[in-house]
């Protein structure tokens, strides 16, 4: 073996046997960060994480106490921000929900089985959907209103904001018609 000119680099090291194939797994570096792969890939893909998802207390709630066990409440730092939990998990995986503040209840118009209900992406941006989720697909990018269309009928109306102020339009994707 030779060694590099780099005083610094180093080659991968070996950690372990692969499971499945028995070649030995090496550290890689992946969009999600680092983990553990079979050097045999692409014929074998195994992979492990390194580190799991992890959820930093901020801050424990004596006086708060989980409803699905007892255990304290705790502020947590998750992959998502800031959210309230037991402090007992993984034995224990309650979290509080924020409260709908959505008044209005607006049955799904794809389904006519679920409701509407405001969610948040990971990218921090609201939008309406089913929650039958993932057997309704049906969702919303801009607050629902009810009401039906005046061109098609369709059972639904959205608010969107533009420059020139809000505007009432046909929820239907293929419709879009501005209501008066």
Sequence with gaps: MTSHP??????????????????PLLIKSGK??????????????????????EHSVVKVLPHEP?????????VKNGRYGMFIGC????????VVHEADNQTEQFDC??????????????FGKHFYGCNRYPKCKFLLNEQPVAGSCQQCGFGLLIRKKTAKGERLLCADKACQAEQS
């Design 6 to 23: 780099d005083p610094l680099f180093k080659l991968p090291q070996h950690q372990g046997e692969c499971p499945l194939c028995q070649h």
């Design 32 to 53: 999600n960060g680092p983990f553990m792969g079979c050097s045999n890939y692409p014929t074998c893909h195994y992979l492990k994480p390194l580190h799991e998802h």
């Design 66 to 74: 989980c409803p699905a066990c007892g255990q304290p409440l705790a």
């Design 87 to 94: 402090s007992d998990y993984p034995n224990c995986d309650f």
């Design 109 to 122: 118009p794809a389904c006519s089985k679920g409701q509407l209900v405001e969610r948040i992406s990971k």
